[in-house]
DNA sequence: GCTTGACCTGGAGCGTACGCAAGGTGGTAT
DNA sequence: ATACCACCTTGCGTACGCTCCAGGTCAAGC
């Protein structure tokens, strides 16, 4: 599979794509003779797991490194755990954080409501 | 009250504070004969407000753009509130991606909590 | 044979949100 | 008086995560 099909497939671009290559995002593509990247199902579902990762939040060195143990084999299971886990917790702590903003923005919201209705009342002819 | 007094109040750096003033997200602080800050109360609200809305991830830009508004009255009211339910349909978006990549991590930790106990009876000398 | 277009590499550039350092001022403690 | 410390401004530097560009290569169609 092109590099092409993959940012179809994907929604992402060839430089992000070579991008997450060159830093560990994603294992080594195989190449043609010529140079050219030759994706595999098994890329596309790395790539595919690392943009869900980065929408949530999680940063590219977390990932790299999470990405680069797969090398090591099985002896590396407990310490790619660790990341999973550590990453878990962080992303739950955020989103701590963000229910109580959206509370506050809902309050804040119901009450902006209220407050133009008045201004309207006040302001508007009546009719 | 100094900055150094806000800023452990508020956990945030000197420099941020500037910073937050110089870009408009928070209103102009009062200022000494010589030129020194003099936060009000009022002034720390604003901080730690937008503190809340910054460690859930709302931009600098449209943060500055509500506290902007704000100088011209009630007549910016619904201005403001299309502001706020914009930022907030943004987090909540943002929220349920991280809601459903939290669930794939508990299930790859899951999983890799039996992998790793699998490979250790494997390789651990038995009792 | 030649053009076209997709792909390559290396490296520079960019937006965001600060952080830092240099050089200067002012109030106060000794 | 002078030393000191907290504060000021200006402007450059940094980390992150891409994004773009120049210059080159390769395969295919005309």
Same mark, same amino acid.
């Given at each position: 599979?092109?590099?092409?099909? =993959?940012?179809?497939?994907?929604? =992402?671009?060839?430089?992000?794509?070579?991008?997450?290559?060159?830093?560990?995002?994603?294992?080594?593509?195989?190449?043609?003779?010529?140079?050219?990247?030759?994706?595999?199902?098994?890329?596309?579902?790395? =790539?595919?797991?690392?943009?869900?990762?980065?929408?949530?939040?999680?940063? =590219?060195?977390?990932?790299?490194?999470?990405?680069?143990?797969?090398?090591?084999?099985?002896?590396?299971?407990?310490?790619?755990?660790?990341?999973?886990?550590?990453?878990?917790?962080?992303?739950?702590?955020?989103?701590?954080?963000?229910?109580?903003?959206?509370?506050?923005?809902?309050?804040?919201?119901?009450?902006?409501?209220?407050?133009?209705?008045?201004?309207?009342?006040?302001?508007?002819?009546?009719?």
């Amino acid at each position: 599979m092109t590099i092409a099909q =993959v940012c179809k497939r994907c929604n =992402v671009t060839a430089d992000t794509l070579r991008y997450y290559e060159r830093v560990g995002l994603i294992p080594a593509v195989r190449r043609s003779p010529s140079g050219i990247r030759d994706y595999t199902e098994g890329d596309v579902n790395w =790539v595919t797991f690392i943009r869900h990762m980065r929408a949530a939040g999680l940063q =590219v060195s977390a990932l790299a490194r999470y990405v680069g143990l797969f090398r090591k084999g099985d002896a590396s299971l407990a310490e790619r755990k660790d990341i999973l886990i550590r990453q878990r917790d962080l992303l739950a702590k955020r989103m701590e954080a963000q229910r109580e903003v959206l509370a506050r923005l809902d309050a804040k919201i119901a009450n902006y409501e209220e407050r133009c209705v008045a201004w309207e009342r006040a302001h508007l002819r009546k009719p």
